[in-house]
């Protein structure tokens, strides 16, 4: 599945087969247990998101509400959306350097982490990287971001 129309979560991990909705819960409580205080989760995107709602912070460029982690079960793969996950950030040196030291292949893009099953991700350090950012930095980054542009 690439994209769901599905209106809540709950829906989206209906259409899923057994096995790929296990493994989508598994990661959906991993980001559920870690996630800072003042975000949300909804479906935006066709997919799973943790999201600064818009009665927080309404003033978004897309007037959408502000994301933060994404997850979504594609057709080869899941991808799990880090958005402040990219290149050379604090929480990419992370993630890069204990994959690095795991001896584990990470598949990743900007920020997009790329799975095929649950033993493709450190549970801890993705934890730790979703933990690492509440609301208010995030917004800080976002701000921070449309101002040099």
């Not at 998101?49 to 982690?69: A, C, D, F, G, H």
């Not at 030291?101 to 099953?117: I, T």
Request: charged share 25%; hydrophobic share 40%; with cysteine.
């Amino acid at each position: 599945m690439a994209s769901s129309k599905a209106k809540t979560v709950d829906e989206y991990l209906a259409e899923l087969p057994e096995e790929r909705r296990a493994v989508m819960s598994a990661v959906r409580d991993l980001v559920n247990r870690h996630l800072p205080a003042g975000y949300v989760e909804a479906m935006n995107w066709g997919m799973v998101s943790w999201e600064i709602p818009l009665s927080r912070y309404p003033t978004t460029y897309n007037k959408q509400p502000l994301s933060y982690v994404a997850l979504a079960a594609q057709k080869q793969y899941y991808a799990l959306y880090l958005t402040l996950c990219h290149e050379n950030s604090a929480q990419d040196v992370a993630l890069r350097n204990a994959y690095a030291d795991a001896g584990m292949k990470l598949d990743m893009g900007k920020s997009c982490l790329r799975f095929k099953v649950l033993d493709d991700l450190l549970p801890q350090v993705i934890g730790a990287v979703i933990a690492s950012t509440p609301v208010e930095a995030r917004i800080a980054h976002h701000e921070a971001g449309r101002a040099r542009k």
